[in-house]
């Protein structure tokens, strides 16, 4: 199977993953709770404690594709996601309503970036750079195509219809496209280090870049979710800061193509260094010429949003090899999701009491996770890695 062919049907079922799960409340969260009588908070709380349930399952479903490899878990998670979102569209009260989410969880470790990176470590080894972060260019458009595809759907069918035709879209393109089109991975190797994996490994790099992901992703969900408010307080207009908040979307995507184009070539620690550092840049920016600025300030950190997704999954290739990719990615990775599921009511409490102070204390946060990457001290990568 041609490595495009990969790409574009994991590219294609990770924006169906994304658009129908993690980016779903954004949009049904309101109409839910009016249907069911419950405050929209309820909604959130069942929607972190997916993210949370997540977060533990992960070093699990990483180990599994390590020996398996990641085409039945993806297909699996495919099936899972259907059967939440269905369990969602009949829900009539909390319980059902948490056990959708508890199940939509489960589907979310299995079918997101940890899980199609993992695949793609295991297809590709250490030429993975390359795919993965062909894949983060196509689903970086989850959002643009999920939120409209949500609200149209809602408004013609409701809801609980919206709910159906996701779960009707993953069992009619995102499993078929993972069960024809992703290959099944070879053997993992019989030692735990793959042949040319010999390279030392930077000393405490595991809890370093544990701390670097989870400061990222708090940062990014907690910004992600409450942006435009963030920028009212920074002085825009209600619209103004809307218009701003919008450019976050596509400044991802140019950082991607960015990476993908230009630093493809170096290391993919320089990428994680200067996508941590652009939030700080961006903060610095509207903390001297204030309102002005917000569209600089967005465009930052988006970009940085859409390199440090990238980091994520080639950094611990670079570092650490093929050779137990996805349960140590999914150890790193269940820090980061922990404290993406309460950054959202953790940056609306630091707003209602900082203000615009708490875009300092963000860059701060991000600051401090360029500081561990700096403390990391890396080799040059194999020439196979960096002419993918």
């Known amino acids: 199977m041609r490595r495009t062919t990969v790409v574009g049907a994991i590219g294609i079922a990770q924006t169906l993953a994304w658009g129908s799960s993690y980016y779903l409340p954004?949009?049904?969260?309101?109409?839910?709770?009016?249907?069911?009588?419950?405050?929209?908070?309820?909604?959130?709380?069942?929607?972190?404690?997916?993210?949370f349930l997540s977060a533990l399952l992960a070093p699990t479903v990483g180990r599994a594709i390590d020996q398996r490899g990641g085409r039945i878990v993806l297909t699996v998670s495919n099936a899972v996601l259907a059967i939440g979102l269905g369990l969602l569209s009949a829900a009539h009260?909390?319980?059902?309503?948490?056990?959708?989410?508890?199940?939509?969880?489960?589907?979310?470790?299995?079918?997101?970036?940890?899980?199609?990176?993992?695949?793609?470590?295991?297809?590709?080894?250490?030429?993975?750079?390359a795919p993965i972060t062909g894949v983060t260019l196509i689903a970086g458009f989850a959002s643009t195509v999920g939120w409209p595809l949500s609200a149209l759907?809602?408004?013609?069918?409701?809801?609980?219809g919206a709910c159906l035709a996701w779960a009707a879209m993953h069992l009619l393109i995102g499993?078929?496209?993972?069960?024809?089109?992703?290959?099944?991975?070879?053997?993992?190797?019989?030692?735990?280090?793959?042949?040319?994996?010999?390279?030392p490994v930077?000393?405490?790099?595991?809890?370093?870049?544990?701390?670097?992901?989870?400061?990222?992703?708090?940062?990014?969900?907690?910004?992600?979710?409450?942006?435009?408010?963030?920028?009212?307080?920074?002085g825009a207009t209600p619209a103004g800061a809307i218009v701003a908040a919008a450019l976050v979307g596509p400044a991802q995507v140019a950082a991607r193509i960015f990476e993908f184009s230009i630093?493809?070539?170096?290391?993919?620690?320089?990428?994680?260094?200067l996508a941590v550092l652009l939030n700080p840049l961006g903060a610095a920016v509207l903390s001297m010429f204030g309102a002005p600025a917000?569209?600089?300030?967005a465009l930052l950190h988006g970009a940085g949003n859409g390199m440090i997704t990238i980091a994520k999954g080639t950094l611990p290739l670079a570092i650490f090899g093929p050779a137990g990719y996805g349960r140590r990615t999914g150890v790193l990775g269940a820090p980061a999701r922990a404290t993406q599921a309460f950054a959202p009511l953790a940056f609306g409490l630091l707003l209602d009491h900082f203000q615009t102070r708490v875009v300092t204390i963000a860059a701060a946060i991000m600051l401090a996770?360029?500081?561990?990457?700096?403390?990391?001290?890396?080799k040059p990568a194999p020439q196979a890695a960096l002419a993918d």
């Open 202 to 234: 930077p000393w405490g790099a595991m809890p370093i870049l544990a701390f670097v992901f989870a400061a990222a992703w708090f940062v990014t969900g907690g910004v992600a979710a409450h942006l435009p408010r963030m920028l009212e307080i920074a």
């Open 294 to 297: 917000i569209a600089a300030f």
């Open 153 to 160: 759907l809602a408004a013609n069918f409701g809801w609980r």
């Open 93 to 129: 009260g909390v319980a059902v309503l948490a056990a959708a989410w508890a199940v939509l969880g489960v589907g979310m470790t299995l079918g997101l970036y940890d899980a199609a990176f993992a695949t793609l470590a295991g297809l590709y080894g250490r030429d993975a750079r």
């Open 175 to 199: 499993l078929p496209l993972h069960r024809f089109l992703v290959p099944q991975a070879p053997p993992p190797p019989k030692t735990s280090i793959a042949q040319g994996d010999d390279q």
């Open 26 to 51: 954004a949009i049904l969260a309101e109409p839910i709770a009016a249907s069911l009588r419950l405050p929209s908070t309820a909604v959130f709380a069942a929607f972190s404690g997916a993210l």
């Open 369 to 378: 996770a360029f500081l561990g990457l700096l403390s990391l001290k890396i």
């Open 263 to 273: 630093l493809r070539r170096v290391h993919p620690m320089i990428s994680a260094r």
